[in-house]
């Protein structure tokens, strides 16, 4: 008589077999995973990260209008605030051209451009392309203006991409975009796009022609090496990137 071979269970029968010990290990898996989502995206932010200066610069005028004078706010600069309700469309295809192209649709950090950027950086052997979103760099302003002399590097890196992920989750778009415009340096001791508008060209925000708002919207990569009033030719070097870029997005005729 020939022995028989035991037949083996099937993959069904097997998952059965583990499920009751498997199910405890994955749903504490799975509640880990939540609470880290959570705390990640929803921990409230430090009041003080979002506190306004201390004192805003101050323009005085003579009887008809004419600037005699601007008291500078109390961080040293020149701004006036852009409301998130009113934002300039030219200015905000310009700026989303320049920094951000994808910013509707990431949630505070964009993967594909980490991986472009990876890939132009080692293709050119240095650093040449960035991935910061205008969020991350929300994030940035923020926190220098709050420690100004804080350290830079990876540590430094990953704290603004978690703010940027709480600061998605507080605002909307055009809020961050507003706060981005706001708090972002344009050269001349000019913080926000608005101020500098009025300084470089004599126009408000919202005047700015498309070439206007293109070089604007440049400037906060580099505010020194960009400065128009010592390097001109960079400034509109970078002001016909950002024209190219809008040209392609349809953007140019806003």
Same mark, same amino acid.
């Given at each position: 008589?020939?022995?028989?071979?035991?037949?083996?269970?099937?993959?069904?029968?097997?998952?059965?077999?583990?499920?009751?010990?498997?199910?405890? $290990?994955?749903?504490? =898996?799975? #509640?880990?995973?939540?609470?880290?989502?959570?705390?990640?995206?929803?921990?409230?932010?430090?009041?003080?990260?979002? #506190?306004? $200066? =201390?004192? $805003?610069? &101050?323009?005085?005028?003579?009887?008809?209008?004419?600037?005699?004078?601007?008291?500078?706010?109390?961080?040293?600069?020149?701004?006036?605030?852009?409301?998130?309700?009113? !934002?300039?469309?030219?200015?905000?295809?310009?700026?989303?051209?320049?920094?951000?192209?994808?910013?509707?649709? %990431?949630?505070?950090?964009?993967?594909?451009?980490?991986?472009? #950027?990876?890939? &132009?950086?080692?293709?050119?052997?240095?650093?040449?392309?960035?991935?910061?979103?205008?969020?991350?760099?929300?994030? @940035?302003?923020?926190?220098?203006?709050?420690?100004?002399?804080?350290?830079?590097?990876?540590?430094? @890196?990953? %704290?603004?991409?978690?703010?940027?992920?709480?600061?998605?989750?507080?605002?909307? @778009?055009?809020?961050?975009?507003?706060?981005?415009?706001?708090?972002?340096?344009?050269?001349?001791?000019?913080?926000?796009?608005?101020?500098? =508008?009025?300084?470089?060209?004599?126009?408000?925000?919202?005047?700015?022609?498309?070439?206007?708002?293109?070089? !604007?919207?440049?400037?906060?990569?580099? $505010?020194?090496?960009?400065?128009?009033?010592?390097?001109?030719?960079?400034?509109? #070097?970078?002001?016909? &990137?950002?024209?190219?870029?809008?040209?392609?997005?349809?953007?140019?005729?806003?």
């Amino acid at each position: 008589m020939s022995a028989t071979t035991p037949e083996r269970p099937s993959l069904r029968a097997r998952f059965a077999a583990w499920g009751p010990r498997l199910r405890r $290990p994955l749903l504490i =898996s799975g #509640a880990v995973l939540v609470a880290g989502v959570l705390w990640v995206r929803c921990w409230p932010l430090p009041d003080a990260l979002l #506190a306004e $200066p =201390s004192t $805003p610069s &101050t323009v005085v005028v003579d009887r008809h209008g004419a600037p005699i004078y601007e008291a500078l706010s109390g961080e040293a600069t020149r701004a006036i605030a852009l409301r998130a309700d009113a !934002l300039p469309p030219r200015l905000v295809a310009a700026t989303l051209a320049a920094e951000d192209r994808r910013f509707y649709g %990431h949630v505070g950090l964009d993967p594909v451009a980490m991986v472009r #950027a990876l890939r &132009t950086n080692l293709a050119e052997g240095r650093i040449v392309e960035g991935a910061s979103t205008i969020s991350q760099q929300v994030a @940035k302003l923020l926190l220098n203006r709050q420690q100004p002399a804080r350290r830079r590097g990876v540590v430094a @890196k990953a %704290h603004e991409a978690l703010i940027a992920l709480r600061l998605e989750h507080r605002f909307s @778009k055009a809020e961050l975009l507003a706060l981005y415009l706001n708090l972002a340096a344009y050269g001349n001791q000019f913080t926000g796009a608005e101020r500098a =508008s009025q300084a470089y060209f004599g126009v408000p925000a919202a005047m700015l022609t498309p070439a206007q708002a293109a070089f !604007l919207a440049g400037l906060p990569q580099r $505010p020194s090496g960009f400065n128009p009033f010592r390097s001109p030719e960079p400034a509109r #070097a970078r002001q016909r &990137t950002v024209l190219r870029r809008m040209a392609a997005a349809g953007a140019l005729a806003l």
